[in-house]
């Protein structure tokens, strides 16, 4: 039972299947458009394999599926490939579409995120050490004096010597 279930994450999945199944998987370049209903080939491949778990290929095949590089492979009139290779079920526009709005979508929360980060990070840089802020603990603000500013968070010390790390966000103001 040493071997039960080695992969654990959905890169090292990928890349598990991209070994097995060269013809149908990549890890990097142009991604080819499985067929629907992949995730049952594998399982029946794998035959009770101890290699992965069908919760985390189930993970990995979403991943794979609503990454970029694969929603940009879902063309109208192009063709979904089995395990091998082989040619299957041709996309429609309907599919097209779908993937087209799952790949906007995902490209707009990634703006967001981005935004969201070079906010937080105009906040740290206009913080300095020494500085009394207010943070958000709990659900009530309290009057902090910041101690230490890191990358992605912030040392601040409570009135009675406590020290806490919070988060660029959980500061309320100066």
């Not at 598990?16 to 499985?34: D, I, R, S």
């Not at 919760?55 to 609503?66: E, F, N, V």
């Not at 004096?145 to 988060?167: D, P, S, Y």
Request: with cysteine; hydrophobic share 35%.
């Amino acid at each position: 039972m040493e071997n039960q279930f080695k992969l654990t994450n959905s890169k090292e999945i990928i890349a598990y299947l991209a070994q097995q199944y060269p013809n149908c998987f990549t890890v990097e370049g142009e991604a080819k458009p499985l067929k629907i209903g992949i995730f049952q080939d594998i399982i029946s491949r794998l035959d009770n394999s101890e290699v992965l778990s069908k919760t985390k290929l189930r993970a990995a095949l979403r991943a794979y599926t609503m990454s970029w590089r694969y929603l940009h492979s879902i063309k109208e009139g192009y063709s979904r490939v089995d395990l091998d290779g082989n040619p299957h079920e041709i996309i429609n526009q309907e599919q097209m579409e779908h993937a087209q709005q799952q790949l906007k979508e995902s490209k707009e929360k990634a703006k967001m995120r981005f935004k969201e980060r070079a906010k937080e990070s105009r906040k740290i840089t206009t913080l300095k050490i020494g500085d009394f802020v207010k943070v958000i603990v709990g659900n009530k603000p309290i009057k902090v004096q910041i101690i230490n500013i890191e990358k992605e968070h912030i040392k601040v010390k409570v009135g009675v010597g406590m020290e806490l790390t919070v988060k660029p966000e959980h500061i309320i103001n100066k």
